[in-house]
Every structure is written in structure tokens, then in C-alpha cells.
């Protein structure tokens, strides 16, 4: 059990990655942060830890795109009054919509998804920080997408928001490498069937995708002791080999 007595926040944990994500660090000894919008997902996620016989989790409803900055300090003092410390930060979270021509994107979309996708991960980011670094190591992993490397064409809000969050993680890895306390990675989780793949290409033969449970070493070893001094690193997690 290597990750036994860390605590991870996990947002977007109802969805389709993020709940892979929470069940395979919880059984390995993880205590897990479920933070999403949806409560009934969030309490299936948390029955299916309980019955792995894994850390009981705590359950955390947010709506990261409409959160207020406040909201976001009182989840931070909560974290910190419950457990004083965090190990580990996942943001699974993310908001697509539709392929769509920025010339006719809704500009309601737009700010809905970059606040999803981008605005949320640096406020969040920033309020835990000072709980990542009362531990002596801790790992923040942000979720991007193998999609938007060539800035392809329709990928709207969403393709603009996930190239700013790897520069956003690179600039950030570089800002705490000197301490030497928090790592910073992106994960491309590569075309697997999960349901944001499934709602970009709806016509794609789901029974040739490798499964999201295949993922899994890529977020055991980023937020195991063994990537301890890997930071401002892409893994594309399909290809991950320890």
C-alpha cells in the first residue's frame, strides 16, 4: 500500500477519469478528496471505495465553474481543519462542448469552459499550495490532451484552454523545482473509452479503445514516492513504462 496516510484532492471525480483515477489510488492506501458538481456520482464513487476496502473518502460537492473565490478559500480551510495537509492534487475535471468554429463560438461556452479547464486549476492550485507544502512531498497532476498539440482547427475553447494548462504547468514546475518539495506533471491520457471520448467522436468503434483503467500505473507512479524529483514532464500515459 505506497500511498498509505497521503491525502489526495481529486476534482472532477464523478466523471469518467477522475473516478479510475480516485478507485485505484484509494486501493492502494490513499485517502481521496472526492470534489465534483454531481452528488449522486460522487456517493456511487464512494460506495465502490468503501467496498474495495480502501480509506473511507470524503465527499466534497463543488461547481468549479461558478465557484467564487471565497468558495474556493473555505474549501481550502476545510481541507486544512479536517486533514492539515495534502499530498497530492488531480485535476480531472473538464469541460467540452462541441467542435465549433471560433467563428461562431458562444462566448457564454467560451467562459464557461476556461473556467472549467483553466481558471479553476490555477485559483484551486493556488489555495492548496500552502497544504501541499506542509508535506515533505507532494504531487499536483493536471489532465491535458494529445488533441490540441497541433492547435487543431474547431477545437475551440476547450483546444485553448488545455495548451494553457500545460504552459501553466511548466511555468509552475519551474517556479517550486528549487524547494524541491512539489512536483508538477501533465497526464495525456491518450484515446481511451471514456465518456469525453465518447462525446467527441461518437462514431468511433469504442471496442478498439483501450479501457481508462489502463491509465492506471501512469496515476500510481505520479503520485507514488517513485516520481519523486520528476517534474515540468508530459506522460503520455498509454506509453507509460515504469
Same mark, same amino acid.
Given at each position: 500500500? !505506497?500511498?498509505t496516510?497521503?491525502?489526495?484532492?481529486?476534482?472532477?471525480?464523478?466523471g469518467g477519469?477522475?473516478?479510475?483515477a480516485?478507485?485505484?489510488?484509494?486501493?492502494?492506501?490513499?485517502?481521496?478528496i472526492?470534489?465534483?458538481?454531481?452528488?449522486?456520482?460522487?456517493?456511487?464513487? #464512494?460506495?465502490?471505495?468503501?467496498?474495495?476496502?480502501a480509506?473511507?473518502?470524503?465527499?466534497?460537492p463543488f461547481?468549479?465553474?461558478?465557484?467564487?473565490?471565497?468558495?474556493?478559500?473555505e474549501?481550502?480551510?476545510?481541507i486544512e481543519?479536517?486533514?492539515?495537509?495534502?499530498e497530492?492534487?488531480?485535476h480531472s475535471?473538464?469541460?467540452?462542448?462541441a467542435?465549433? !468554429?471560433m467563428?461562431?463560438?458562444?462566448?457564454?461556452?467560451?467562459?464557461?469552459?476556461?473556467?472549467?479547464?483553466?481558471?479553476?486549476?490555477?485559483?484551486?492550485?493556488?489555495?492548496?499550495?500552502?497544504?501541499?507544502?506542509?508535506?515533505?512531498h507532494?504531487?499536483?497532476?493536471?489532465t491535458?490532451?494529445?488533441?490540441?498539440?497541433?492547435?487543431?482547427?474547431?477545437?475551440?475553447?476547450?483546444?485553448v484552454?488545455?495548451?494553457?494548462?500545460?504552459? #501553466?504547468?511548466?511555468?509552475?514546475?519551474?517556479?517550486?523545482s528549487?524547494?524541491?518539495?512539489?512536483?508538477?506533471?501533465?497526464?495525456? !491520457?491518450?484515446?481511451?473509452?471514456?465518456?469525453l471520448?465518447?462525446?467527441?467522436?461518437?462514431?468511433?468503434?469504442k471496442?478498439k479503445?483501450?479501457e481508462m483503467?489502463e %491509465?492506471?500505473?501512469? #496515476?500510481?507512479y505520479?503520485?507514488?514516492?517513485?516520481?519523486?524529483?520528476?517534474?515540468?514532464?508530459? %506522460?503520455?500515459?498509454?506509453?507509460?513504462?515504469l
Amino acid at each position: 500500500m !505506497p500511498l498509505t496516510k497521503q491525502t489526495i484532492l481529486i476534482t472532477g471525480a464523478g466523471g469518467g477519469l477522475g473516478s479510475t483515477a480516485a478507485l485505484a489510488l484509494a486501493k492502494q492506501g490513499a485517502t481521496i478528496i472526492l470534489l465534483d458538481k454531481s452528488i449522486p456520482k460522487l456517493e456511487q464513487l #464512494y460506495d465502490a471505495i468503501i467496498a474495495a476496502n480502501a480509506p473511507t473518502p470524503a465527499i466534497y460537492p463543488f461547481d468549479l465553474a461558478g465557484a467564487t473565490e471565497v468558495q474556493y478559500h473555505e474549501l481550502a480551510s476545510t481541507i486544512e481543519k479536517k486533514y492539515g495537509h495534502l499530498e497530492g492534487l488531480l485535476h480531472s475535471a473538464t469541460e467540452f462542448d462541441a467542435f465549433t !468554429p471560433m467563428s461562431i463560438h458562444g462566448s457564454l461556452a467560451w467562459g464557461h469552459t476556461l473556467n472549467v479547464n483553466l481558471n479553476a486549476v490555477f485559483i484551486l492550485t493556488q489555495v492548496l499550495l500552502p497544504l501541499l507544502q506542509k508535506s515533505q512531498h507532494a504531487s499536483i497532476v493536471m489532465t491535458s490532451d494529445s488533441f490540441v498539440h497541433e492547435a487543431r482547427a474547431y477545437s475551440g475553447a476547450y483546444g485553448v484552454s488545455k495548451i494553457a494548462v500545460e504552459s #501553466y504547468a511548466k511555468i509552475l514546475s519551474e517556479e517550486l523545482s528549487e524547494a524541491g518539495k512539489i512536483r508538477v506533471n501533465v497526464l495525456i !491520457p491518450g484515446p481511451v473509452n471514456s465518456p469525453l471520448r465518447n462525446k467527441a467522436f461518437p462514431a468511433e468503434e469504442k471496442n478498439k479503445l483501450p479501457e481508462m483503467t489502463e %491509465i492506471n500505473p501512469a #496515476y500510481l507512479y505520479l503520485f507514488s514516492p517513485h516520481s519523486i524529483g520528476t517534474t515540468g514532464q508530459t %506522460i503520455d500515459a498509454l506509453t507509460f513504462k515504469l
